[in-house]
């Protein structure tokens, strides 16, 4: 069956084409039923939000998934075929067993089954996780978010035309969730020459507020907020609460003439110096022509040694290098700190060595505020944004969080795990234990031993964690998990704040020694193939929360070091009863 693609023009892309994606309305329902009769892959939660803006052109002067030569190009060089330049790449992948052959029409839809788009599949190449993470991240460290994720995509990527049918539906805060042809024309309507977008996923605290006035009063512009509500750092505020706040913020503190809020739905990278290009390209797209750039813009925090995967100040200088090629003027993010004297924020370099001045990191906001329940200060957020954040996080010993035990078998993981479980309980915290052999007898039956299904379990047991957590509680997970890759994705999916890796160091002599289920003696017998520590590999973590001596230590002298991390951390609340002044027992 034909179909004759209607075309509709979105924007003016900065790189000089047109995009034709969206077919007309009344197509709609006959592309659905010729879609229905195609093969079709369902698209990850990131692929997603790359259709929704490849189809209304926030990434022009694409329009589709990267082919093989632009992808190369834009790995090696940040720029496509063309010479147009583009810093990351936009692909979809694909496992080897599912459609996607070149010359074959599929079907793309989201993960309620609901049909997307209709790719004609004209490429189809392998990739190189190594090239790719290297060249774009900087390097294959899997304690990056994005490298993590890597290692569950498919063998393949596709690139072809799209026949885009529909996007995929929002129903929160639609009045907000602006395409780039939108966004322009109100901020036209605004009448301002000069916007200033403000690239963010946090919430917004008067440092904010203040610094995003001021690039807009120093351009004599208006100012594009607009925050990303796609997929951000594992571990950041939902974007529920964060777009409760810059409403609040947007509608009260600002010039109603001089701002714009829309939502992003961006999948982000954390791609660093390669990140903030693309976001001032994505911006010039929406009609911005300034970019606030902060320190460590779209930065994953610290590798697998501790250290920052890239310098503070290296987003700044790209951006700023390549500013007039994509027409974007990079602002930096300047630190400013309240003088409580005189009631106003100043730039920390032009405040006197003897001034009074106040600040409070962003660890402080959740470690010594929201944790402990405490007011934030009028001075540095508005009561309306406290107000909101103290709804949405409780104190630290009511939050959720996730403690994951890996070792080799025989390391006393399911041991010290079910103590630390009584001791939790008894300082007040609702516990699920997950138990690596429990959780493959319920609800992973039909596994093997495979990688693959190893990793596959893991992932299992990770999105039941993150669950729990994400609903306030604790799990303690106690499996052997061989890989660093695997295990550094259930760290992203609960999050860095609220995840506690425990390595239970043990050699594999001694846990061969102990042997309590006899599965050493079969594995060296060969009796069971692919077993971790005989024939199959085991990657101990390089920078665990935790490394507890399982050979040395008894189970129960584990278990209360880690409940000591735990309550440390705030997650455990210690309450001290003291007895009554006259001795009493009443």
């Avoid at 659905?32 to 009769?37: I, K, Q, R």
């Avoid at 392998?126 to 063998?155: C, F, S, Y």
């Avoid at 501790?306 to 200088?317: E, L, S, T, V």
């Avoid at 692919?530 to 129960?556: I, K, L």
Wanted: with cysteine; glycine share 8%.
């Amino acid at each position: 069956m034909a179909i004759t693609q209607e075309k509709v023009a979105l924007i003016p892309p900065y790189g000089g084409r047109l995009i034709d994606l969206m077919v007309a309305a009344e197509r709609v329902n006959a592309l659905t039923a010729y879609a229905n009769t195609l093969p079709s892959i369902r698209l990850s939660s990131r692929a997603l939000c790359d259709l929704e803006l490849l189809a209304v052109g926030a990434f022009s002067p694409l329009n589709q998934f990267m082919g093989e030569a632009d992808y190369r190009q834009v790995c090696a060089e940040m720029r496509l075929t063309d010479g147009t330049l583009f810093p990351i790449p936009i692909v979809l992948d694909v496992s080897a067993d599912a459609p996607g052959e070149v010359g074959q029409e599929i079907a793309l839809r989201d993960k309620g089954n609901r049909i997307l788009a209709i790719m004609t599949v004209e490429e189809k190449y392998a990739w190189d996780i190594q090239e790719l993470a290297t060249q774009v991240i900087g390097r294959n460290d899997v304690r990056h978010p994005l490298v993590a994720e890597m290692h569950r995509w498919g063998d393949y990527f596709i690139a072809g035309p799209l026949q885009v049918i529909q996007l995929p539906p929002h129903y929160d805060f639609k009045d907000l969730r602006l395409t780039p042809q939108q966004t322009r024309a109100i901020l036209e309507r605004q009448g301002h020459q000069n916007v200033v977008a403000f690239q963010t996923r946090n919430p917004l605290h008067r440092v904010h507020e203040e610094l995003t006035k001021r690039a807009t009063q120093a351009i004599d512009g208006t100012l594009l907020l607009h925050p990303v509500v796609g997929m951000t750092k594992p571990g950041d505020v939902d974007h529920y609460t964060r777009v409760r706040t810059y409403k609040a913020l947007t509608a009260r503190y600002y010039d109603q003439d001089r701002v714009t809020l829309a939502l992003l739905p961006l999948a982000m990278r954390m791609a660093g110096p390669r990140e903030a290009l693309w976001h001032a390209i994505i911006r010039r797209n929406f009609g911005a022509n300034h970019l606030i750039v902060g320190r460590d813009h779209a930065g994953p925090g610290k590798d697998s040694s501790g250290n920052p995967f890239y310098g503070p100040y290296d987003a700044q200088d790209i951006v700023m290098q390549y500013g007039d090629e994509i027409g974007v003027t990079m602002v930096p993010f300047r630190m400013l700190v309240y003088l409580p004297d005189e009631a106003r924020y100043e730039e920390i370099d032009k405040v006197p060595n003897d001034a009074t001045t106040a600040s409070i990191s962003g660890t402080q906001v959740r470690e010594e505020y929201l944790q402990k329940g405490k007011k934030l200060p009028t001075w540095f957020t508005r009561p309306e944004v406290a107000e909101i954040l103290a709804e949405t996080y409780p104190p630290r010993h009511r939050q959720g969080c996730c403690i994951w035990f890996t070792g080799l078998s025989g390391s006393g993981k399911s041991t010290t795990a079910a103590i630390l479980t009584h001791l939790l309980e008894e300082h007040g915290r609702q516990v699920t234990l997950l138990d690596g052999d429990v959780v493959r007898t319920n609800f992973s039956q039909g596994l093997g031993f495979s990688k693959e299904d190893r990793d596959t379990n893991i992932r299992r047991m990770g999105f039941v964690a993150s669950e729990i957590v994400r609903h306030g509680g604790i799990v303690i997970c106690a499996a052997v998990s061989p890989y660093r890759a695997t295990r550094n994705e259930v760290r992203n999916m609960v999050g860095q704040d609220r995840y506690a890796e425990i390595f239970m160091d043990v050699p594999l002599e001694v846990c061969e020694a102990r042997d309590t289920k006899g599965l050493y003696t079969r594995a060296r017998r060969g009796e069971l193939v692919g077993f971790t520590g005989v024939d199959a590999p085991y990657e101990p973590p390089r920078n665990p929360e935790m490394r507890v001596d399982g050979a040395y230590n008894s189970a129960e002298v584990n278990a209360r070091l880690i409940l000591e991390h735990l309550t440390t951390r705030g997650f455990v609340r210690v309450e001290e009863y003291a007895p009554p002044a006259n001795g009493s027992a009443e």
